[in-house]
C-alpha cells in the first residue's frame, strides 16, 4: 500500500476525529516531517487537511478531482473490480488505455479512469462527449471464462450496477433502455460501451466502458445531445421540491435555472465499482437471471412496442423479455418471437 | 504501383520470353541503366535473371524467400485480400501486426507474412511453431457485416480455401477436422487462428491468420509436435510412387528419408490468397451454405463419433453437420443435438 492510500484511508477511517502526527507516522512506517510533506502534497491538490499541533490531522473535505489512492482509500477491498485504479488527466478513450493494458497481459479488474477524454467512443463507432471534470468516464478490464454469444450479460450487468448506483447515490428513479443506455426523465444520463477481443468461441478479455453525466449544465453538452442528454445534477435540480417550476421561471425569464451544487464524483464513482464488482460475481457464478430479474424491474423497454434498426433492416412489435445470453425477445408484428442481440431502439409507445 | 513490382510482373507475363532493356524502361517510364540497377538489386535477393545484349532480360527463377512485390505480381487483382501486403523477416506473430493495422484504421484487404513468428499463436491460447522460411506464416484483415456469432463462418471458409489450394497445389487429399485443423497423412498440415474485435452485436475487425507447413522435414518441428505435424514437403516425399516404402526402409536403415525437392512457398502463398478471396466474397454475399457444402466434402469429422473437450466439460456424441453459422451439431449420446461453437475434437472412430 503506498502512502497517500495508507494516508487517505486512516484520515477517513477517523471521520470527523482527529489523527495525531505521531500515530500515522507510527502506521505507515515514516517520519512525523514525512507525514507533514505528504499532507502539504495532498494539500496542493485541493484536500482540506486541517492540523492542530496537539489534535493532529482532520480531512475536511476532498476536491472534485479524481485521485487514484483516494478512491482506493474509499472502494475498500472487493472481488475482481479495481483490483488496481489509475487516474488519467486526459486520454483518447479510457477504453483504449485498457485495451492496451489488456494486450500486455494485466489481469481482470483494472480500472482506469479518465477526467477527459478526447475521442470518447459510443456504440457502433460514435463518439461519446467527455469534458473535463463534469462525469465519470472509466473503463473496467474483465476475463470471463465466456463465449463471445455471452458477452451481452456483461453489458446487461454493467447496466444493473450502474442504474442500482446512481438510484442510491440521487435517489432519482433511473430507467434502463436496452441495451446500454441510463435514462433519467427520459434523457440519456450514463452509458455503457462493451468491447470484446474474442476467438469464435472463448472471450480473450472484455473491456467495460462506462459513461455518467454527472455536473454538466445544459451548456456543456454538444448542441446535438442537448435535447437528449441530460446530467445527474441537472435531474437533481429538476427534481427539487419547486425544481421544475422554478427552472421553467428561470428560463422564462430568460435566466439559466439555478443549479444544485455539484455532487461528489469520487464517491459516485466507489458506488459504480462496488456494484459493479457484485454484479460480475453474480455473472461469473452463474446467477445472470437474478442480475437480468432486477435488470427487468429497471427497463424501460421491456413491454413497450419498440422499432429496432439492425443496419438497414427494421424490426417491429413488443419487447417481451431478455434471454439467457442478454439478448432482447422481440415479439414482431407476425406474432413471431425475435432473438435482437444489438441495434438502435425506438420506444414506439 | 512500383518498380519492382512493375519489373517482375512485366518479367513474369513475358514467361520463357525475354524482354528487351528498352521495352521495360519505356513502360516503366524510367531510364535502361535504372532497369538495370533494379535488376541488380533483385539478383542480391537471389532472383535469377539473364540478360543478354540483344536479347534482353529473363527471369529464370526466383528465391525461395517471400517477396511483397512478386507475391503481388503474382497474385493479379482480387476483391479484397491482398489489397495490401507487407513482409517481415521476423515478428512476433502476424496476426499482432495485423491487429495494429486494425486499430489504426487500415482497411480490410491487408496481408501480412513473415519468415519467421518468434511468439505464433494457435487456437485456446496454444503456440504454433513458426521456423524461419520453411513455411507460410501470414494473416488477413477483414471488416465484415457480421455479428461475432458469425464469425465461425469466416474459420469455415479459410479453412475451406486453405483445403483447396492445398489441395490443388500438391494434389493430396487434405482433410478439415472441425473448426480450424487441417490434415495431411491424419497430421496437421495447417491451421487457421480466428480473432476478432468485437462490441457484442457487430465485428469491428476479425484477423484470419493462417499457418501451413510447407518445407519442414522432421527435426524441424519441436519433439511434441512430431507426432501429430507434418509438412506437404513430407507428405509428398511419402506419397511419391515408391515413397512410403523407401521412408521406411531409410528408417529401417537408420538413414534420413530422401526428401522431395522444397516446394515454391510464394506459389502457394498467392493461390491461399486467391482462395481465401474467393470463398470471403462467397461469405459476403451471403452463400455460407455453398462454402459449407465444400466445407463438409473435405471434412474428417462429419459422420464420426466424437469427444469434445470445452473447458472442464466433455460432449460425446456423433458430428452430423454444420449449421448455418459454422456450429458443429452434435447428436449426443442422449439423441439431443447439441450445437458446439468451439472446443477440442476428438474423433473417436
Same mark, same amino acid.
Given at each position: 500500500?503506498?502512502?497517500?492510500?495508507?494516508?487517505?484511508?486512516?484520515?477517513?477511517?477517523?471521520?470527523?476525529?482527529?489523527?495525531?502526527?505521531?500515530?500515522l507516522?507510527?502506521n505507515?512506517?515514516i517520519?512525523?516531517?514525512?507525514?507533514w510533506a505528504r499532507?502539504?502534497?495532498?494539500?496542493?491538490?485541493?484536500?482540506?487537511?486541517?492540523? =492542530?499541533?496537539?489534535?493532529?490531522?482532520?480531512?475536511?473535505?476532498?476536491p472534485?478531482r479524481?485521485?487514484?489512492?483516494?478512491?482506493?482509500?474509499r472502494?475498500?477491498p472487493?472481488?475482481?473490480?479495481g483490483?488496481?485504479l489509475?487516474?488519467?488527466?486526459k &486520454?483518447?478513450?479510457t477504453?483504449? !488505455?485498457? *485495451?492496451r493494458?489488456?494486450?500486455?497481459?494485466?489481469?481482470?479488474?483494472?480500472?482506469v479512469?479518465?477526467?477527459?477524454? $478526447?475521442?470518447?467512443?459510443g456504440?457502433?463507432?460514435?463518439?461519446?462527449?467527455s469534458?473535463?471534470?463534469?462525469?465519470?468516464?472509466?473503463?473496467?478490464?474483465?476475463?470471463?471464462e465466456?463465449? %463471445?454469444?455471452?458477452?451481452?450479460?456483461?453489458?446487461?450487468?454493467?447496466? $444493473?450496477? =450502474?442504474?442500482?448506483?446512481?438510484?442510491?447515490? $440521487?435517489?432519482?428513479?433511473?430507467?434502463?433502455k436496452?441495451?446500454?443506455?441510463l435514462?433519467?426523465?427520459n434523457?440519456?444520463?450514463?452509458?455503457?460501451? &462493451?468491447?470484446?477481443?474474442?476467438e469464435?468461441?472463448?472471450?480473450?478479455?472484455?473491456v467495460?466502458?462506462? +459513461?455518467v453525466? !454527472?455536473?454538466? +449544465?445544459?451548456?456543456?453538452?454538444?448542441?446535438?445531445?442537448?435535447?437528449r442528454?441530460?446530467?445527474?445534477?441537472?435531474?437533481?435540480?429538476a427534481?427539487?421540491p419547486g425544481g421544475?417550476r422554478r427552472?421553467?421561471?428561470?428560463?422564462?425569464?430568460?435566466?439559466?435555472?439555478?443549479?444544485a451544487?455539484?455532487l461528489?464524483r469520487s464517491?459516485?464513482?466507489?458506488?459504480?465499482?462496488?456494484?459493479?464488482?457484485?454484479?460480475?460475481a453474480?455473472?461469473?457464478? +452463474?446467477r445472470?437471471?437474478?442480475v437480468?430479474?432486477?435488470?427487468?424491474?429497471?427497463? &424501460?423497454?421491456?413491454?413497450?412496442? !419498440? $422499432?429496432?434498426?439492425?443496419? %438497414?433492416?427494421?424490426?417491429?412489435?413488443?419487447? *417481451?423479455s431478455?434471454?439467457?445470453?442478454?439478448?432482447l425477445?422481440?415479439?414482431?408484428e407476425?406474432?413471431?418471437?425475435?432473438r435482437?442481440s444489438?441495434g438502435?431502439?425506438?420506444?414506439d409507445?
Amino acid at each position: 500500500m503506498n502512502i497517500d492510500l495508507s494516508l487517505l484511508t486512516a484520515l477517513r477511517r477517523a471521520g470527523s476525529e482527529a489523527v495525531s502526527g505521531a500515530e500515522l507516522a507510527q502506521n505507515l512506517g515514516i517520519t512525523r516531517a514525512a507525514i507533514w510533506a505528504r499532507v502539504e502534497a495532498l494539500r496542493a491538490l485541493g484536500y482540506e487537511i486541517t492540523a =492542530s499541533p496537539h489534535g493532529g490531522y482532520r480531512l475536511i473535505r476532498a476536491p472534485d478531482r479524481l485521485h487514484a489512492d483516494d478512491l482506493l482509500s474509499r472502494l475498500g477491498p472487493t472481488r475482481v473490480v479495481g483490483r488496481t485504479l489509475q487516474v488519467f488527466q486526459k &486520454t483518447t478513450s479510457t477504453n483504449d !488505455v485498457i *485495451e492496451r493494458m489488456a494486450r500486455d497481459g494485466v489481469p481482470e479488474g483494472a480500472v482506469v479512469f479518465a477526467e477527459s477524454q $478526447t475521442r470518447g467512443r459510443g456504440r457502433l463507432g460514435r463518439g461519446w462527449s467527455s469534458p473535463p471534470g463534469q462525469g465519470l468516464w472509466f473503463s473496467v478490464l474483465l476475463r470471463p471464462e465466456l463465449r %463471445p454469444l455471452e458477452a451481452t450479460q456483461l453489458t446487461v450487468a454493467a447496466a $444493473t450496477a =450502474s442504474a442500482r448506483a446512481i438510484r442510491d447515490f $440521487t435517489g432519482l428513479p433511473v430507467g434502463v433502455k436496452w441495451p446500454n443506455d441510463l435514462l433519467l426523465r427520459n434523457h440519456k444520463v450514463a452509458g455503457i460501451l &462493451t468491447e470484446l477481443s474474442a476467438e469464435p468461441d472463448r472471450i480473450r478479455y472484455l473491456v467495460l466502458g462506462i +459513461g455518467v453525466n !454527472v455536473n454538466q +449544465g445544459a451548456s456543456d453538452f454538444p448542441a446535438d445531445l442537448r435535447p437528449r442528454a441530460i446530467s445527474l445534477r441537472q435531474a437533481l435540480s429538476a427534481s427539487a421540491p419547486g425544481g421544475e417550476r422554478r427552472r421553467r421561471a428561470a428560463v422564462a425569464g430568460g435566466e439559466r435555472p439555478a443549479a444544485a451544487r455539484p455532487l461528489d464524483r469520487s464517491a459516485l464513482a466507489v458506488l459504480l465499482l462496488r456494484e459493479l464488482d457484485r454484479d460480475y460475481a453474480r455473472i461469473l457464478s +452463474g446467477r445472470f437471471e437474478a442480475v437480468a430479474e432486477e435488470w427487468a424491474a429497471f427497463c &424501460t423497454t421491456l413491454g413497450r412496442a !419498440v $422499432t429496432i434498426a439492425i443496419g %438497414p433492416r427494421l424490426v417491429r412489435g413488443r419487447a *417481451e423479455s431478455l434471454d439467457r445470453d442478454g439478448a432482447l425477445l422481440v415479439r414482431t408484428e407476425h406474432g413471431l418471437l425475435e432473438r435482437i442481440s444489438g441495434g438502435d431502439v425506438r420506444m414506439d409507445t
